[in-house]
């Protein structure tokens, strides 16, 4: 039975320490491809808690109605999904911390 709590406060310590080692591993990538300097290394908490949210069809998105996905590669893409595009005023669609702690969510299409 030790085993199992031993187990389970393990698991839980790297679900816990998980957002930053994300944190850093991106980093470490996007300096592997220069593209680190695009992104700004530090943000205060008031850009985090800013979500910015369209309505239409009758429910609340992410996007605004007309937006058109970029033709991008995949590396593009996944720097989008995780910092947005300031330039079109479009935020991060995956923040780190939601990574390790957040439920599985449901969404009607």
């Not at 850093?24 to 985090?48: F, G, K, Y």
């Not at 609340?60 to 033709?71: A, K």
Request: with cysteine; hydrophobic share 40%; net charge negative.
């Amino acid at each position: 039975m030790t085993n199992i709590f031993v187990s389970s406060e393990l698991t839980l310590t790297l679900v816990q320490q998980a957002p930053a080692l994300l944190r850093e591993e991106m980093n470490s990538l996007l300096d592997e491809v220069r593209l680190h300097h695009q992104i700004p290394h530090q943000t205060t908490p008031a850009q985090n808690a800013l979500r910015s949210y369209y309505a239409w069809g009758g429910k609340f998105h992410l996007l605004p109605q007309d937006f058109d996905f970029p033709s991008v590669d995949p590396l593009g893409a996944w720097v989008m999904w995780w910092f947005g595009n300031k330039c079109r005023e479009v935020g991060e669609t995956l923040v780190a911390e939601q990574v390790a702690y957040s439920e599985p969510e449901l969404y009607d299409y």
